[in-house]
């Protein structure tokens, strides 16, 4: 296909594709003559993830370029794919997903760090779920804000009550693994992955508020008088 058909497809204009072009993010289509060249599906899906990378994620031309890379390098590794794309693995596989950075001083003296609150009861709950995760993840830092601020709070939600939402959560990662399934093609199948995980965010958070208000309805007494239901 012509840079034209690329872009309709896509919907990336021609003049950004040729930046992508000259920045080595998008490889050069099979010339044609000597201004002109053809582009292939490999071109397609290469361009969505950059838009989404890019548009969805925030990542500059330089981060997303790195990702890109590392994607078209890992050959097989489906689970490094994923967790490239959603951030929460390295880049290259010489990096320790296992680690959490080079030491502190504090830790280079021989003294431990101080564990950010919330961190152990994260590690907790993930125990408990048997989940396999690596330390560097981010959601488990955020898990560790939460559970202290329930914590500063008084609350009663422990890491214990947030079983049956991790719970929830595994079978809505189920149906996003299968969601990968079926695809051949590497970068396909980074697309697939930013599709089922970043861009469904939004709208499981959407389906999550609306059942929300249908079981509040159900519980606390109903709709208020003259109200209609949407259809």
């Given at each position: ?88 693995r390295p880049t290259t596989k ?138």
């Amino acid at each position: 296909m012509k840079v034209s058909e690329l872009s309709r497809r896509t919907g990336v204009q021609v003049p950004l594709i040729k930046y992508y072009l000259r920045e080595g993010m998008l490889p050069p289509g099979r010339a044609t003559a000597s201004n002109q060249a053809d582009y292939g599906e490999e071109h397609v899906h290469r361009l969505r993830l950059i838009r989404t990378l890019i548009a969805t994620r925030g990542l500059s031309a330089a981060a997303t370029k790195e990702i890109l890379d590392a994607i078209t390098a890992e050959q097989e590794d489906l689970h490094q794919v994923f967790g490239i794309v959603l951030g929460v693995r390295p880049t290259t596989k010489e990096e320790d997903a296992d680690t959490e950075g080079p030491p502190t001083e504090t830790e280079s003296a021989g003294e431990s760090a101080p564990e950010p609150a919330g961190l152990a009861d994260a590690r907790r709950l993930i125990a408990e779920m048997g989940w396999d995760v690596s330390r560097g993840n981010p959601a488990a830092h955020t898990l560790a804000e939460v559970l202290a601020a329930l914590a500063d709070l008084g609350a009663d939600i422990d890491w214990r009550g947030l079983l049956p939402y991790a719970r929830l959560a595994d079978s809505i990662a189920d149906l996003d693994v299968q969601q990968m399934r079926g695809e051949r093609d590497l970068l396909a199948q980074a697309e697939r992955a930013v599709m089922v995980s970043i861009l469904l965010e939004p709208a499981l958070l959407a389906l999550r508020r609306l059942a929300q208000e249908a079981k509040s309805a159900r519980h606390f007494g109903g709709s208020r008088p003259g109200e209609a239901n949407p259809t």
